[in-house]
C-alpha cells in the first residue's frame, strides 16, 4: 500500500510567506484565520487523511461500487469513515456559517482539497460534488431552497451530484434531450437519461440533492433552452423532513478503468419532481457557476495524486538498490541505492519542481478567487474574476496532464513493482486517468481558453495577465535576475504565440483551435516559472531563518526553470505551423 | 470492443518500395522472398489475427491467467487460439529451416510482430518468449541440445522462458542468488527463486524450456561468475520424449496493471537439472543475445499498440457527434462530427504520423538485422551489428514511451467512454504500460545508449549513422528539399548533442547520464525523420501511380516534420543544463 505524509510545512510556507496580495488582505473576514488557526486545521486533515481516509484507496480499487437491487452499495469501510468525516466537520470546512459552515477561505480547503486527493480521490468524490452543488443553490436558488437544503448538505446528511451528461451529449449540451413539463403548482416533472453521473446513488447520506440541465417543454433547442432543476432522491416534506422516493432509478453503473470506489451512475429519470433553480433558459449559466470551482478542484486533483505518487518513489528510490552510479566508490559486487543515479535524481526532481509550482500556483488562485467573491470593490472583483476565469482551464488540464506524467514516472521508478497491483502505484495512474477527461476534456478546455478567456467583454485578460508577470520579472535583484532572465526568455515565446494566436482567433479559427493545447501548456509553464519566481523572492529573503528548507527550494526552483521550463519551445515551435495541412488531411 | 484491420497496405509498401537497400538485398536466401510471397502472408496472418486472438484481448483481461493448486490455467479461449496458431505454422514462421522453421527474415517476422501485438499482447507473450528462448538456444547450444529441444520449440509444442530476475535483482544481474551445483555426468542442480517470469507456467504447452542464469558453486561474484542453464519444466528422455517433472514450481502469479491474460510468475527451482549452455561465467552474454532481439520487439508491441488505438480513435471521431466546427455551415441545434474539429485532428495525424514512422524505421531496422546475421562479407556484418546495437535501445524506449502517448490520447478522444471498461480502450493503455519497463527499464535503455552504444570497440557508430543521415539529406530535389532543410536543423542539434555527451561521458558522467533520456529522444525523433525522408522520396517518385496513398504519406510526413520533430528542441535546451543542481538536491 502506498503511504502518504501531508506536506504541511509547504502548504505553511504558502500560507504565512506567499500572502503578498494585498487585495486578499483585505478581506475583512479572513483576516481573523491566523496561520496558527490554519496549522491547527491543517495538522487535524492530516490525521484524518493519513489514518482514516489513505486505506480506503485500496479497499475501494479491490472492492468497487456496486448496484445491487436497484441501490449503491460503496466499498467496505466507506460508511464508517464518511461518518467520522461529517462527524469532524471536513464537509462545512468552506462553507457560509449563515448555513452552518465554517467560513474558511480557499487558500484553506484546497489544501484540504489537495490532502483529500492523495489520500483517495473516489472517496472525495462523494463530498466534492456535494460541494459543487452547494455552491450552485447557494448562488442561483430562491431563499427557501437554501434554507431547506443547504444546512443539510453542509452537515453531510445529504449530498450532491450535478446531472449534465446524456448518451449523445457531454461536451455539447446543445443537443440534450432530458425534458422538464410544468406542472400546476409550479414544481416540474423531469424526465430522460443522464449517464456519468458521479456519486449519482450510494449509501453514505439519507438524501441525494440532483442538479439536473433539463429543456423545459415549451424552451427552444440549442444552449438557450435549457435550465437547472433540483431533483431530489426523495422528495423533501415542508417540515424538511424525507419523504417519498421521489421517480429516479439508478440503470447502471460504469466498470472504470479507475476511480472505481466511486459510483458512477446511469440515472434514469422519470416524472420526477424537480424545481427550477435561478432564471428558465439560463440553467448553463447556474451550471458554470458551480463547473468553474468544480475544473480548479480537478486541477488539485492532479496535484493530489502527483504528491502521493513522488513520495512514494522517493521511498521507495532511498530503499532500493540496483547498479553501481557514477560516482560510486564500492569495488564489490554491491549495489547502489537508486536515489544515487543521476537519473533517478532528474526524475524525481521533475516531479518535485512541478508539485511545488503547482502548489503555489494554486494558491494565488485561490486568492484571487477569494478576491473575486469577497473584496469590497467591484472592480477589483471583476478584475480577480477574468484572472480566475483565465487561469481555471490552465489549472485543470496542466495539472491532470502532469498528474499524468508523474504517476506514469513513478511506476517507472518503480520497475515491475509499479506495475504490479500490491505496492499501488499503479493504481494512481489509474484514478488520476479520469481528471484530463471529466468536467470537459483537457482538449476542450483549451478551446475555451482560446476562444473565451483571453479576451472578453471586460477586456483583454491575457494581456493583463501578461503585465503582472512583466512587472514581476524586473525587481531590482542580484539573486532573482538568472531567473528573471530565464523566465523572459519564455515570457517572450508566450508574449509572440498570444500575438499570433489572436490574429488566428480572428482569421484563420482551425490554426488557433489546431494550436489551443500547445497555447495552453505555454502559458501554464511560464505561470509556473512565475510561481516559482515569487517562492525564489521569498526563499532568498528568508534562507538564513530555515537554511534545508530554502536552499531546497532554491535548488528545487533551479530544476524548474532548466529542465522543464525549456518545454514552451517545442510547444511554440509546433504550433504555429498552422493547420492547413491538418485540416486539408483526407481520413480513410 | 476494439476493432482490427491489420495495416498490409502499408506493410507492403515498405517491403516492395523500401527495399532500397543493398546489402539487405545481396542476402542469397532472402532472394525468392517474393512480394506476392509476403502479401499471401500477411493475408493470412491478418486473418488469424484478427478473427481469432483478437478476441483473446478482453477475455484474457476479464478473466485473467490463475494459479489453481499449483498449475497455471490460463484464460478462456487461449488454448484453442494457441493450437491453431501452431498447427497453422506461425510459431516458425522466422525459424531456420533446419529445425523446422519456415525461414522467413524479420521483415517479414516483424511485420507479424506487429500485427500479434495490436491483436493482443498477452497472448502474444506465450509464444514470444519461446522465439527469444529458441534464438538464444540456436545461438549458444551444443548440436545435441539443439537437435533435442529446438524442433519441439520451433513447432510451438513446448514453450521458452527467460529466467534473469530475482528479488533484490531486476536490472543489476550482478547480485543474483541462484546457485548452480555441478554434478557427475555434468549437469547441474539449480535451486532459487526467480520472479517475474513471463510464461513461467501455463498450460498451452507439453513442456517449458527455462533459461536459467545462475552462479556455479565455484564461480566468481558479480557479472563474471553468472552462466545460463537450460532448465526444462519436465525432464526429457534421450529419445525426446516428455520425462519426469523437475524440481519448479509456481510460487504464485502477480496481479498487473495490463496484459492480465499473460501468467507472471514466481519460480522456485530446488534442486532442479539444468544443462549449461554456452562457456562458463558468460551467461549474461548469451543472454544478451536473446535480449537485444527482444528489446526491439518491445519497441514493435508499441507500434502495434498504437496502431489498433490509432484505428479505433479514428473510427469513432467519424461516429461521434460533438460540439460546432470552425467551418460548420449548419446553423441549428445539431453537432458536428468530432473528426471535423482542428484538435482532434492533429491528435489523430499526430498517431498517425508517429506510427507510419516508426513502422518505417522498425523496416529498416530489421534489414540491418539480417544484413547483421546474414550477410557474407564480416565487415558488412559488423557494420551491420553496431547499426542496429546503436538503434536496439533507442526503438525499445521511444515506441513504447510513445506508445503510451498514443494509446493515452486515444483514451482522451474517446471521452468518457474511453476510461469506462466497454470499449476497450483504457486496456489497450494498461496492456502497453509495461513495454518501458520490462526487459530494461527505459531508463536503463537511455544509460546503456549513452555509456555503450555510440561508441565501442570497432568505432565510433554514433559517427557513422549520423553520416548516413548527413548524406540523405543532401541528395538533389526540388520536393525533399523543404524536408530535408527542416531535418537538417534537427540533426545540427543531434549532432552537437552527441559532441556534449560524448565529453560528459569522459569527464562528468552524471551530466551525461541525467541527459541520457533525453538524448535517446532527439536520437529517436531525428531517426523517425530521417525514415520519413526516406518514404518521402519514394511517395514523390511513385504518386502518380496511387495518388490517394502517396499524397496521404506526403500530408502525414508534413506533420511529422512541423509538429512532432520540433520536440527534439526542449529536449536538447533542457538536457544540456548539466547534473550538477541535480546531484547536489539533499533530498528528505
Not at 25 to 52: G, R, S, W
Not at 536 to 553: A, I, P, R, T, W
Request: proline share 3%.
Amino acid at each position: 500500500m502506498t503511504t502518504y505524509t501531508a506536506p504541511i510545512e509547504d502548504m505553511m510556507f504558502l500560507y504565512e510567506k506567499l500572502r503578498n496580495n494585498k487585495n486578499y488582505n483585505e478581506i475583512e473576514k479572513y483576516k481573523e484565520i491566523t496561520p496558527d488557526l490554519v496549522k491547527d486545521i491543517l495538522d487535524e486533515a492530516a490525521k484524518i487523511n493519513q489514518n482514516i481516509i489513505l486505506p480506503l484507496a485500496k479497499a475501494g480499487d479491490e472492492n468497487p461500487a456496486v448496484l445491487e437491487n436497484g441501490v449503491v452499495r460503496t466499498p467496505p469501510g466507506y460508511k464508517e469513515a464518511y461518518s467520522k468525516f461529517i462527524e469532524d466537520g471536513w464537509m462545512s470546512l468552506s462553507c457560509d456559517p449563515k448555513y452552518g459552515g465554517q467560513g474558511m477561505p480557499k487558500t484553506v480547503s484546497a489544501f484540504f482539497d489537495e490532502m483529500l486527493s492523495s489520500a483517495s480521490l473516489a472517496f472525495k468524490l462523494y463530498t466534492e460534488l456535494t460541494l459543487g452543488a452547494y455552491n450552485c443553490i447557494r448562488h442561483h436558488a430562491s431563499e427557501d431552497i437554501k434554507n431547506m437544503y443547504l444546512p443539510k448538505m453542509v452537515e453531510g446528511k445529504w449530498s450532491g451530484t450535478m446531472c449534465l451528461t446524456e448518451p449523445v451529449c457531454g461536451t455539447d449540451l446543445g443537443i440534450l434531450k432530458t425534458k422538464a413539463h410544468e406542472q400546476e403548482d409550479g414544481t416540474y416533472k423531469i424526465s430522460g437519461q443522464k449517464i456519468f453521473i458521479t456519486s449519482g446513488d450510494h449509501d453514505l447520506t439519507e438524501n441525494i440533492i440532483h442538479l439536473v440541465l433539463a429543456r423545459a417543454s415549451d424552451s427552444p433547442p440549442g444552449t438557450k433552452g435549457i435550465s437547472l432543476f433540483l431533483v431530489p432522491k426523495y422528495i423533501v416534506k415542508e417540515n424538511g423532513s424525507i419523504g417519498p422516493k421521489n421517480g429516479i432509478s439508478t440503470g447502471s453503473i460504469e466498470n472504470k478503468m479507475g476511480i472505481k470506489g466511486s459510483a458512477t451512475c446511469v440515472l434514469n429519470f422519470d416524472e420526477a419532481t424537480g424545481y427550477m433553480i435561478g432564471p428558465k433558459n439560463k440553467g448553463l449559466n447556474s451550471m458554470f457557476t458551480m463547473m468553474n470551482l468544480e475544473r480548479i478542484i480537478v486541477g488539485i486533483q492532479g496535484l493530489g495524486l502527483s504528491e502521493i505518487a513522488y513520495q512514494n518513489s522517493l521511498n521507495y528510490a532511498k530503499e532500493r538498490k540496483q547498479g553501481k552510479s557514477n560516482s560510486s566508490k564500492s569495488q564489490n559486487g554491491s549495489a547502489d541505492l537508486i536515489i544515487e543515479h543521476a537519473d533517478i535524481r532528474r526524475s524525481l526532481l521533475n516531479m518535485k519542481s512541478i508539485i511545488e509550482g503547482e502548489r503555489a500556483l494554486c494558491f494565488w488562485l485561490s486568492q484571487q478567487t477569494e478576491v473575486s467573491l469577497n473584496h469590497n470593490e467591484p472592480k477589483t472583483k471583476q478584475e480577480a474574476s477574468d484572472l480566475v476565469s483565465l487561469m481555471t482551464p490552465v489549472v485543470k488540464s496542466l495539472f491532470s496532464d502532469l498528474g499524468m506524467e508523474i504517476t506514469s514516472d513513478a511506476m517507472q521508478i518503480h520497475g515491475g513493482y509499479g506495475y504490479t497491483k500490491d505496492q499501488g502505484i499503479e493504481q494512481l495512474y489509474r484514478d488520476n486517468r479520469i481528471t484530463p477527461i471529466y468536467e470537459g476534456t483537457n482538449s476542450v478546455q483549451a478551446i475555451d481558453l482560446v476562444f473565451r478567456k483571453l479576451i472578453n467583454k471586460n477586456g483583454d485578460i491575457v494581456e493583463n495577465y501578461i503585465n503582472i508577470l512583466r512587472k514581476d520579472i524586473e525587481t531590482e535583484s542580484s539573486e532573482l535576475k538568472p531567473y528573471q532572465e530565464k523566465l523572459k526568455i519564455y515570457l517572450e515565446k508566450l508574449i509572440d504565440f498570444t500575438a499570433w494566436i489572436k490574429e488566428k482567433i480572428k482569421d484563420s479559427k482551425d490554426d488557433a483551435n489546431a494550436a489551443s493545447n500547445d497555447y495552453l501548456k505555454v502559458l501554464g509553464y511560464v505561470a509556473l516559472g512565475h510561481s516559482w519566481l515569487k517562492v525564489l523572492e521569498v526563499s532568498f529573503k528568508e534562507v538564513s531563518n530555515n537554511k534545508k528548507f530554502y536552499e531546497d527550494k532554491i535548488q528545487t526552483a533551479k530544476f524548474y526553470f532548466h529542465r522543464v521550463l525549456p518545454r514552451v519551445e517545442s510547444h511554440y515551435s509546433s504550433a504555429i505551423s498552422g493547420s492547413g495541412y491538418i485540416m486539408d488531411f483526407k481520413f480513410n
